[in-house]
T-cell receptor, first 111, second 114 residues
């Protein structure tokens, strides 16, 4: 497809793991990003992965990259109520300065 | 350190009016970007500056939109003859140099055109 695609909603219980999935458009994209947006706020960079990596771990966050399927996922371990937000997947296609974003996944954490 | 700042945080205007939105990038960042985020959507690219020059303005929707960065730091996004469809959050980002660099976003300006 032409768009970066994400499921729109995800609901998890506090303490469980959350997995947010994304399908991106260009298998040659060099960097892939996850941004977090809390209500009324701007975008906060959570983590990114370089295209020659399969996995990146940063504290509670684990990013998995499947280049063959153009699939990116973000796992949040021990999800907390403060993790409730919209999570955006984004790519930078080769030769481009632009970030191309998905529509975002709204994560709701149930106490 | 100081992040990207944007002013005003909210702007309400009437259809047909002119508005200016300001962005202060992170000090030392030569690359600056503007994005527009409509309700329920991800941000969409508008324009990219490298220094003082607009290196890519392919995302500007029409000639009512214009942006400047005269001294290579602060940028202003200008919208003429605003329309209701211009209502959105306008996000600014900066990065250290350009291609391949992580973009850091400001809090955005929420524009409402009545």
């Amino acid at each position: 497809g032409e768009d970066v695609e994400q499921s729109l909603f995800l609901s998890v219980r506090e303490g469980d793991s959350s997995v947010i999935n994304c399908t991106y458009t260009d298998s040659s994209s060099t960097y892939l990003y996850w941004y977090k947006q809390e209500p009324g706020a701007g975008l906060q960079l959570l983590t990114y992965i370089f295209s020659n990596m399969d996995m990146k771990q940063d504290q509670r966050l684990t990013v998995l990259l499947n280049k063959k399927d153009k699939h990116l996922s973000l796992r949040i371990a021990d999800t907390q109520t403060g993790d409730s937000a919209i999570y955006f997947c984004a790519e930078t296609p080769p030769g481009s300065y632009q970030l191309t974003f998905g529509k975002g996944t709204k994560l709701s954490v149930i106490p | 350190g100081a992040g990207v700042s944007q002013t005003p945080s909210n702007k309400v205007t009437e259809k047909g009016k002119y508005v200016e939105l300001r962005c202060d990038p992170i000090s030392g960042h030569t690359a600056l970007y503007w994005y527009r985020q409509s309700l329920g959507q991800g941000p969409e690219f508008l324009i990219y500056f490298q220094g003082t020059g607009a290196a890519d303005d392919s995302g500007l929707p029409n000639d009512r939109f214009f942006a400047v960065r005269p001294e290579g730091s602060v940028s202003t996004l200008k919208i003429q003859r605003t329309e209701r469809g211009d209502s959105a959050v306008y996000l600014c980002a900066s990065s250290l140099s350009g291609m391949g660099e992580t973009q850091y976003f400001g809090p955005g300006t929420r524009l409402l055109v009545l």
